[in-house]
């Protein structure tokens, strides 16, 4: 620890008495300071112990010495050292007084002591102080050294928080809390997930101080782990107080391991995505067997057991939405923070969200970004498969809320297979194309491929193309009907709807069946179609009820 006024007044070659402020001598010295300037605080930076003799002062002038004393405590001088038998036999009673009243420690120095060796002593304790803290921060580094190459970064973050005597966490590139140490730390660490987002927004290397006020109960530095554009991982090391010079040092040889295991980790991603890649191309080719075997076990059962094939890609910004069909879930608030902050990479985002869900799930993915496309193999039912609707829903929804959908600005569409198997594995990606090109035609942000079965093949049609068709097909019966010549359209939709049965459609119609043949012999005719033809029949319908969309 640094020297304190107590260990110079208990320094046996120092011979220093205490005069005044007995109780306050376990304040740290910074330096120790030689003046006889009649106002040396212009020349003070906070924590020295001021020498003096006098020479140029007045202490025997009571008004004087409290002006002067008053000063020195405001600067933030820590002790006065007053020599006597130079000017003065004795400390004047109106320093003590005056020291007394401020409470400033006032240290009464012999003749024989020189200011000389005040200063040695202070400056060797400070050395001294300073080589015990260089000497600790680098026990701190092998110690953390030793833990993350055994214990990877859970045994690093258990190692820094006793170093610190405090707590660490570490969070991933969703601002998700991956581990923390001590185990109660982990409710700390995921009350600082809006801190961690504000902290990505920076430029690596980045850090920032949260807390530390009296209205928290720890100091909390955040540090951004990467070497990239975009931070790859955070540091969270929380105190009571500011760290020390070792604790500064266990610290920062912290973030430099864990820089250095994520920079690792971001080569090794890459491989495996290389490995990603070809293991995709295998399974929609139809060879689940080589597929199998370039996998081996790097993802584990994934392609043993029943997955979902995801297609994601990004489109420019239109009137994207989330219809009232669409997944009932609600985002998490690491999806609704990530949403809110995709720097203009939602796919890059996507991607780490559902990395991140599948670690900390234990879930093997097959992640594989094709230009401005990602397609994901996940486990169906699984963490990827969620974490990837909740950010759809989510990114919409900060979107909608904070209305950043500039014309120019990448939106996200994302489709999603039904469950499948490894030999079924390209049907599944033809099933998530196709949820994907309806997520793109309807303004949609997430479409799962059962929705489209299991709903109405109507809605698929109803855009601009389909209506101006349906329009240009029944005009001449509309036009028809406005003549008041009878009432066509109402009569085909009667007819069709009871699949051609003349009685019932005339008795829904509330006319002779004679009437209802009358007027389907005036449709073929103005339409110059037969309505014995399944398909004319089937055409007619769907342009009914587009146009009853409408």
Not at 166 to 185: I, M, R, T
Request: proline share 5%; hydrophobic share 45%; net charge negative.
């Amino acid at each position: 620890m640094p020297p304190t006024l107590a260990s110079l007044v208990h320094h046996s070659a120092l011979k220093l008495t205490v005069r005044a402020a007995e109780d306050r001598l376990d304040v740290p010295v910074r330096w120790a300071h030689v003046s006889e300037l009649a106002d040396p605080v212009p020349y003070m930076e906070g924590g020295e112990l001021l020498l003096i003799t006098a020479l140029k002062l007045d202490a025997e002038d009571p008004e004087a010495m409290r002006r002067y004393v008053k000063r020195l405590a405001g600067a933030g001088v820590v002790g006065l050292g007053f020599a006597v038998g130079v000017n003065y036999d004795e400390i004047p009673a109106a320093l003590v007084d005056a020291a007394r009243e401020e409470g400033l420690p006032l240290l009464e120095v012999p003749r024989r002591t020189p200011f000389l060796a005040i200063s040695k002593a202070v400056s060797a304790a400070i050395a001294a102080d300073q080589y015990r803290s260089v000497t600790a921060g680098f026990a701190a580094q092998r110690e953390l050294t030793r833990q993350a190459l055994t214990d990877g970064p859970e045994g690093l973050l258990a190692a820094l928080a006793s170093q610190v005597d405090g707590w660490a966490a570490l969070y991933d590139a969703s601002g998700a809390v991956v581990a923390a140490a001590p185990e109660w730390a982990g409710r700390r660490a995921a009350r600082l997930t809006a801190d961690v987002e504000r902290l990505r927004e920076r430029p690596a290397p980045a850090s920032s101080v949260v807390g530390g006020t009296a209205d928290n109960d720890d100091r909390v530095e955040l540090h951004s782990l990467g070497t990239g554009r975009r931070p790859r991982a955070a540091l969270a090391v929380g105190t009571a107080a500011a760290p020390g010079t070792a604790e500064r040092y266990a610290v920062h040889s912290a973030i430099a391991l864990l820089t250095l295991t994520t920079e690792r980790s971001r080569s090794l991603h890459a491989a495996e995505q290389r490995i990603g890649t070809a293991v995709l191309r295998m399974l929609l080719a139809g060879e689940p067997e080589h597929a199998r075997t370039v996998a081996g076990d790097l993802y584990g059962g994934l392609l043993d057991a029943p997955f979902r094939l995801v297609v994601a890609e990004t489109v420019a910004a239109s009137s994207v939405r989330i219809a009232a069909d669409g997944p009932a879930r609600v985002p998490s608030a690491a999806a609704l923070a990530a949403a809110a902050h995709t720097n203009g990479d939602p796919l890059g985002t996507l991607t780490e969200m559902v990395e991140s869900a599948a670690a900390r799930a234990g879930e093997s993915v097959l992640a594989v970004p094709e230009g401005q496309r990602l397609v994901v193999l996940a486990a169906d039912g699984g963490a990827a498969v969620t974490a990837c609707a909740e950010y759809a829903v989510a990114l919409e929804a900060a979107r909608t809320r904070e209305q950043t959908g500039a014309a120019d600005e990448a939106e996200l569409v994302v489709g999603v297979s039904a469950p499948a198997g490894p030999i079924a594995a390209a049907a599944a990606y033809k099933q998530a194309e196709q949820a994907l090109s309806v997520a793109r035609r309807r303004g949609r942000v997430y479409v799962e491929h059962e929705q489209l079965a299991s709903g109405s093949v109507l809605p698929l049609l109803a855009d601009d193309a389909v209506r101006a068709f349906a329009d240009g097909l029944l005009r001449p019966l509309y036009e028809h009907d406005a003549t008041g010549r009878g009432d066509l359209v109402a009569s085909l939709r009667a007819w069709l709807s009871r699949h051609g049965q003349w009685d019932a459609a005339a008795a829904d119609l509330g006319v002779h069946r004679h009437t209802l043949r009358y007027r389907m012999r005036r449709v073929e005719e103005i339409l110059g179609r037969s309505l014995d033809d399944p398909d004319v029949r089937m055409e007619l319908w769907l342009a009914l009820k587009t146009a009853s969309a409408d």
